[in-house]
């Protein structure tokens, strides 16, 4: 086999490791939005997470002042 065709066969691999890399780079970008997406979903049902909670506690506190004033 000559120099040349063994040159030629190296560069195209790499080519095709390269474009094989970029197509690879691209699939994980794609995940990388969609779980940046999955993300701010959690994060938005977290904080309402946060308010529901905020909000029962302040409903048992209420409640149980409401008890407190009928045993007096």
Not at 54 to 63: A, G, W
Request: neutral net charge; charged residues 45%.
């Amino acid at each position: 086999m000559d120099k040349y065709d063994i040159l030629e066969q190296k560069i195209t691999k790499a080519i095709e490791t390269v474009n094989n890399l970029k197509r690879e780079n691209e699939d994980l970008k794609a995940k990388v939005r969609e779980l940046e997406v999955l993300k701010s979903e959690l994060d938005k049902f977290k904080n309402k997470r946060d308010k529901a909670k905020v909000q029962m506690e302040e409903i048992l506190d209420t409640i149980d002042k409401i008890q407190l004033d009928l045993k007096f």
